[in-house]
C-alpha cells in the first residue's frame, strides 16, 4: 500500500519532477513498493526481502548526493534492487538446492479469496533460477516491457523473451492442476 | 503459454505481493542508512588510503599539530604540476576540454596554494625526495589535485607524523546536497556536530570506518555550507594499521581542519564554479547569457551526448 501521507505525495511529485529530494523521503515513499517487489523476488522470504531492500537503498544512500543528476531514481534503485538480488543469489548458490517440493505454507494475513494459492505459487516461484524469476517479477509485477527487463538484467531482448518463456513453462509445469486454477480466476 | 494465462499469473502475482507484511518504514530507512554509511565510509578509505598510496609519496606534517611536540613540521608540497587532459577522443571534444581547461586553469593551484596556506604554521611544504642518503623514506610529493568543470574541485595530500599517516582530501562544490549526522544508533562509535557558523553549516563528524563497533580505519569528515551554496569538505583518513593510536594517528585536530574548511578563500572557487548541471558541461558561446560564471564559454550541457567527456568533469588532472 503506497503512502498517502503529504510528505509522501510530495516526495513523489518531487521524484517525478528530478527535484533534490531528501533520502529519508525517498526510502519511506518507495521502500515500501521496493519491499514487495523484493519479496516476489525472494519468493515469499520476508526476511531476505527486507535484507535486500536494505541493501539497495544503503546502496543508493552511499550516492545520494550525485542522484539528482539520474533521470530516474526510481528506476535506479528498482535496477539495483535486482541486481543485489542476483549477485547475492550468485554467491549463495552454492549452498542452495532446488528443492522437488513446495515449501511448506505459510499463513498469510492479507485478506484475499486464496491465500493457500497464492503461497503455493511463491513456493513455485523459489523454484526458478534467480534471473529467471527476475525476468518474471519484472514483467508481470513490474510491467516493464521486454526491452526495459533486458536492459535491467543486461541481456538481449530475445533471452528474455525466452526465459520468460521458460519459466512460465516451469512454473506451470511445478504447479499442475493450480496454474489451470489460477488462469480461471 | 496463452496471453490468458499470463494475464491471469501477473494478477496472481500482484495478489502475492500485496499480501506481503511489510516491515515499517523506520526499520528499512534505518538498516539503510547503516549500509550506506558502510558502503560510503568503504569507498572513502579506498580512494584516499588507495590513491595516496598511488602516487608513491607521502609527505609530512608536523608532530605539534596534535601531540604538542616532538619534532619538526614538515609538509611535502607539489612539485611543478603538469596539466594532463584525460579524454581527447575527437577535435571537437578537444576543444570543449580546452574550454574546460582555460576556466578553470587556475584552479587547482589556487587549490593547492590556499591548502598549503592554511595548514597550521610551522608546517613545511618544501619538496622532499623520495630516498634520501641514508635510505631512509623521505617525504615527497604529495598532491593530486582535479577540477570538476561540474561540480567542483578536489585536492588531495598526504600528511604524516611520527605516529601514524593520513590521507587527505579536500573537495570544494557547488552541491546543494547536505550530508546528515547519524543518529547514535547508526553509528555509536561517531561523534558528529552540527553547528551554524557564519550564516552556514558545520558538520564536523568523527568516526570509523565501521562506526557500529568502531573498528578499521579512523575518518574524520568536515563540511562547511556556506550560505552561497557553496560546499567545502575534507575528510581525513588514517589506516588503523599506520597508526600507533587511532586518534594520534591524525594530522589535523578537528579545530584545525574546521579552520581550513570554513575559510573565506575557497569562496573563491565556489563562485566560480557552476551550478550543478544535470548532464555536466559543454562548451557554449561567449556571448551566451547562460555561461558560467568564471568559464570561458561554458555552460550546462543539453544532453549527456553534449556534455565534455568523462561525467561532465573538465578533465584537467594535476599531479605531483
Not at chain 1, 542452495?96 to 516461484?125: F, I, N, Q
Amino acid at each position: 500500500m503506497e503512502h498517502t501521507t503529504a510528505l509522501g505525495t510530495a516526495a513523489r511529485s518531487r521524484v517525478r519532477t528530478q527535484e533534490p529530494i531528501d533520502f529519508q523521503e525517498f526510502a519511506v515513499v518507495r521502500g515500501g513498493q521496493l519491499f514487495r517487489t523484493a519479496f516476489l523476488l525472494a519468493a515469499g522470504d520476508s526476511h531476505l526481502a527486507e535484507d535486500l531492500v536494505q541493501e539497495t537503498l544503503g546502496r543508493m544512500f552511499a550516492r545520494w548526493g550525485r542522484l539528482p543528476r539520474l533521470d530516474n531514481p526510481v528506476g535506479y534503485a528498482q535496477t539495483v534492487l535486482v541486481n543485489v538480488f542476483i549477485s547475492q543469489r550468485r554467491k549463495h548458490s552454492s549452498s542452495e538446492r532446488p528443492t522437488e517440493m513446495l515449501a511448506e505454507r505459510e499463513s498469510s494475513t492479507a485478506g484475499d479469496e486464496d491465500p493457500a494459492l497464492r503461497v503455493t505459487l511463491l513456493a513455485a516461484l523459489r523454484q526458478l533460477a534467480p534471473q529467471d524469476r527476475a525476468v518474471l517479477v519484472l514483467r508481470y509485477w513490474e510491467d516493464r516491457s521486454v526491452e526495459e527487463t533486458a536492459t535491467a538484467l543486461r541481456l538481449s531482448s530475445t533471452a528474455v523473451r525466452s526465459r520468460s518463456s521458460r519459466a512460465l513453462e516451469r512454473l506451470r509445469g511445478v504447479l499442475g492442476s493450480s496454474m489451470a486454477e489460477i488462469a480461471e480466476r | 503459454m496463452s496471453s490468458d494465462i499470463e494475464a491471469a499469473f501477473a494478477q496472481e502475482l500482484r495478489a502475492a505481493a500485496e499480501s506481503a507484511v511489510q516491515p515499517a518504514p523506520g526499520d528499512i530507512y534505518a538498516g539503510a542508512v547503516v549500509r550506506g554509511r558502510r558502503i560510503r565510509r568503504t569507498a572513502i578509505v579506498k580512494r584516499t588510503l588507495a590513491s595516496v598510496a598511488a602516487l608513491g609519496v607521502v609527505a609530512a606534517v608536523g608532530v605539534p599539530l596534535l601531540t604538542g611536540g616532538h619534532g619538526p613540521t614538515v609538509v611535502g608540497a607539489a612539485a611543478a604540476p603538469t596539466v594532463k587532459i584525460k579524454t581527447t577522443p575527437t577535435a571537437d571534444d578537444t576543444k570543449k576540454a580546452a574550454a574546460a581547461q582555460a576556466g578553470t586553469a587556475w584552479m587547482p593551484a589556487y587549490m593547492e596554494q590556499t591548502l598549503k596556506s592554511l595548514l597550521p604554521a610551522g608546517s613545511d611544504t618544501s619538496i622532499k625526495d623520495d630516498e634520501g642518503d641514508n635510505g631512509r623514506i623521505q617525504a615527497s610529493v604529495p598532491t593530486l589535485i582535479n577540477i570538476k568543470g561540474t561540480s567542483g574541485g578536489r585536492a588531495q595530500t598526504g600528511l604524516k607524523t611520527s605516529t601514524g599517516t593520513s590521507a587527505v582530501v579536500l573537495i570544494t562544490s557547488m552541491d546543494n546536497y547536505q550530508v546528515h549526522c547519524p543518529t547514535a544508533a547508526e553509528a555509536p562509535h561517531e561523534t558528529c556536530t552540527k553547528t551554524s557558523v557564519n550564516g552556514g553549516t558545520l558538520i564536523v563528524d568523527l568516526g570509523f570506518k565501521n562506526s557500529l563497533n568502531g573498528q578499521g580505519a579512523t575518518i574524520w569528515d568536515v563540511y562547511w555550507y556556506g550560505p552561497s551554496g557553496q560546499s567545502v569538505h575534507l575528510d581525513e583518513v588514517t589506516d588503523a594499521a599506520h597508526a600507533a593510536t587511532q586518534a594520534a594517528g591524525q594530522a589535523l585536530t578537528a579545530q584545525q581542519m574546521t579552520a581550513i574548511v570554513t575559510s573565506p578563500a575557497w569562496d573563491r572557487i565556489g563562485q566560480s564554479l557552476p551550478a550543478q548541471c544535470k548532464f555536466g558541461v559543454m562548451a557554449g558561446t561567449v556571448n551566451s547569457p547562460t555561461v558560467i560564471p568564471g568559464t570561458v564559454g561554458l555552460v550546462c550541457a543539453t544532453s549527456r551526448s553534449a556534455a565534455i567527456p568523462g561525467n561532465g568533469e573538465a578533465g584537467i588532472s594535476i599531479a605531483g
